[in-house]
């Protein structure tokens, strides 16, 4: 028989090659007998608790670790060998930064009778995992706990604003219909008096006190378009938009303006603030156009749910387009146009409170058009049909 041979016959050439692969391994592996006596460790274990492979044969968990923890490790071996195949669990055992956390493969040894003789273990040390999951545990409920208490302090910054908001509203209308009210007695009164020069001051008067009760209305509606809850559902935006032209004809029977919405435009949002959005899109459009015979306003919809509003008004110089939405920003002059310059401000704000976006396109004398979206569902993109109303 030649070495070859005589060598894969010799007990010891095995366990040796045992001993290697379990050496050289960052697991901690261990052997212990029903009783809970070692009967073999690795390298790693010797390292990690400081005892050597010769010294630990024949203990027990009892004489190595507090008792809570060798009673831990001894009621999973027992388990291992009562289930007879492999099982996991999670263990902790003493460290020098504090307890550690191993993952656990347990599975026992069965003898040539098929009853198990012992219960080998390999554990992997998880701590650091464990650590940094608790980490990011704390920061989450640290995270969380700063996010309620910031949500209470918007919540009553937010209640302290419309009252702020309700009692300026109230405490400049009053002084407002004061001026108001007190021109129209002079106008009507006095105007004998009065020359045409100072007829023409009091109606100027009057105008400015009207145009400062619309901005502070408009004020008002950036405001809730900004702090307001939003109460999505299913829009009808056809609806909506044709309530609004005819609120807009109502004020100017007279007006002779084309106006079509398309059937079936739908969206998701809050029905109030797509009013609000329409009311000021359309009102743009309606005024912008009255310097026209032959006004045409169109609401309608592209694909991917991109709805739109297009006239062909006075349009406006691209170049100046990323102002259009600021507020108090006005392309035309007040005594060309009249308006408070909030409006599309308003609708830009409500726009990306949906999560949506708004662009326009525009040519000086040729009209304009404003598209936006609404991040509609996929049922709730709008299908244009148009009709003209």
């Excluded at 009507?188 to 020069?197: K, P």
């Excluded at 008004?313 to 146009?337: I, N, S």
């Amino acid at each position: 028989m030649n070495a070859t041979a005589a060598a894969g016959h010799d007990p010891r050439v095995g366990h040796d090659q045992l001993l290697a692969l379990i050496d050289n391994t960052s697991a901690v592996i261990y052997m212990r007998d029903l009783d809970g006596r070692y009967m073999l460790v690795n390298r790693e274990y010797e390292r990690l608790f400081e005892v050597r492979r010769d010294a630990i044969v024949g203990l027990t968990d009892h004489d190595l670790f507090p008792a809570d923890v060798a009673d831990a490790f001894r009621a999973n071996d027992l388990q291992a060998a009562r289930h007879g195949r492999p099982v996991q669990m999670e263990e902790e055992a003493p460290g020098e930064d504090g307890p550690h956390t191993y993952v656990t493969v347990k599975f026992p040894l069965i003898g040539a009778d098929g009853a198990p003789y012992a219960v080998c273990g390999i554990s992997t040390d998880i701590t650091e995992r464990k650590r940094a999951e608790e980490q990011v545990r704390q920061l989450n409920a640290e995270l969380e706990d700063r996010v309620l208490h910031r949500t209470a302090e918007l919540r009553a910054s937010n209640r302290e604003l419309d009252a702020f908001a309700y009692s300026v509203s109230h405490d400049l209308r009053a002084p407002l219909r004061s001026l108001d009210g007190y021109s129209q007695l002079l106008l009507e009164d006095y105007g004998d008096r009065l020359d045409d020069e100072g007829r023409e001051y009091l109606r100027r008067l009057q105008a400015n006190v009207a145009r400062m009760a619309t901005m502070i209305d408009d004020l008002l509606d950036l405001s809730r378009a900004t702090r307001t809850e939003l109460r999505r559902g299913p829009v009808d935006v056809t609806a909506i938009a044709r309530d609004v032209a005819a609120e807009l004809r109502a004020v100017e029977p007279d007006r002779r303006v084309r106006v079509t919405v398309a059937d079936g435009l739908a969206a998701a949002g809050d029905a109030d603030l797509v009013r609000l959005v329409l009311q000021n899109l359309l009102g743009n459009a309606w005024k912008f156009t009255s310097r026209r015979d032959d006004a045409v306003i169109e609401v309608g919809a592209e694909d991917r749910g991109v709805l739109y509003v297009r006239d062909n008004g006075a349009g406006f110089d691209m170049r100046f387009a990323g102002k259009l939405f600021e507020p108090f920003q006005r392309l035309h002059a007040v005594t060309d146009f009249e308006g408070t310059g909030i409006g599309l401000a308003i609708v830009h704000r409500i726009v990306t409170r949906h999560g949506g976006r708004i662009w326009a396109e525009g040519t000086v004398g040729s009209g304009a058009v404003f598209r936006f979206t609404l991040a509609p569902r996929r049922e709730d993109r709008a299908v244009p049909v148009p009709e003209t109303t």
